[in-house]
């Protein structure tokens, strides 16, 4: 089994903003996969199912997002799994909105939320995927900006991340996660390759 964990905030005054995307991938998964989140447990919302024959869970940490890492310690030990068997998702502001990155490991980059994880689970060693929201505007402080609602206008872009997110766990399932980045953080080596 594999956990797949979309990082959030669980009342309605944060739904539609940018901070809760890792909720709306975990939504979109569910969907698409009809695997319906309508459990309750290890201070989260979840459900079971398969992906391409392979079995999973999904699971919303209704802790709060800077909280999330005691939730997903307690998922893992609950299935007798280990950091390996987990994808996370959470939204990242030095991405462009529509774009994802796909990592197998490394340092919480300033997000809290991932800071929690990572000091719960007592490694970095796991395969998480970023979804874009891109930079606040002007001098508007982060917080504000990620808790802020999405507008009409930005709503697209973000789907569209959403949308590669959800098909990068996919991806990462099926073929691994050296597949997954190899398809899904082409853009940015380009635009690297480009400024060399």
């Known amino acids: 089994m594999t956990v797949l964990a979309g990082l959030g905030n669980p009342e309605k005054e944060y739904k539609n903003t940018r901070h809760n995307i890792g909720f709306e991938v975990i939504d ?3 969907r698409d996969h009809k695997i319906a989140i309508s459990r309750s447990k290890f201070c989260a919302r979840y459900g079971e199912g398969t992906i ?7 699971v919303k940490p209704q802790s ?3 909280l999330s890492g005691e939730c997903l310690r307690d998922v893992l030990k609950f299935f007798k ?3 390996e068997d987990l994808i996370v998702i959470y939204d990242d502001a030095d991405i462009a909105p529509g774009e994802i990155r796909v990592r197998e490991r490394g340092s919480a980059g300033g997000h809290n939320g991932m800071k929690n994880v990572i000091c719960h689970l007592g490694t970095e060693e796991f395969v998480r995927v970023r979804v874009g929201i891109g930079k606040s505007p002007g001098d508007a402080p982060l917080r504000d900006y990620v808790l802020g609602r999405i507008s009409a206008d930005g709503a697209e872009q973000l789907s569209e991340g959403v949308a590669k997110a959800a098909e990068a766990v996919r991806v990462i399932l099926t073929d691994g996660s050296a597949a997954a980045m190899n398809r899904f953080n082409k853009k940015r ?3 690297r390759s480009e400024d060399a």
């Open 28 to 30: 979109k998964i569910s």
């Open 52 to 58: 391409d024959g392979l079995k999973v869970a999904l």
């Open 64 to 66: 709060y997002m800077n």
């Open 81 to 83: 799994l280990t950091p």
């Open 189 to 191: 080596e380009t635009e």
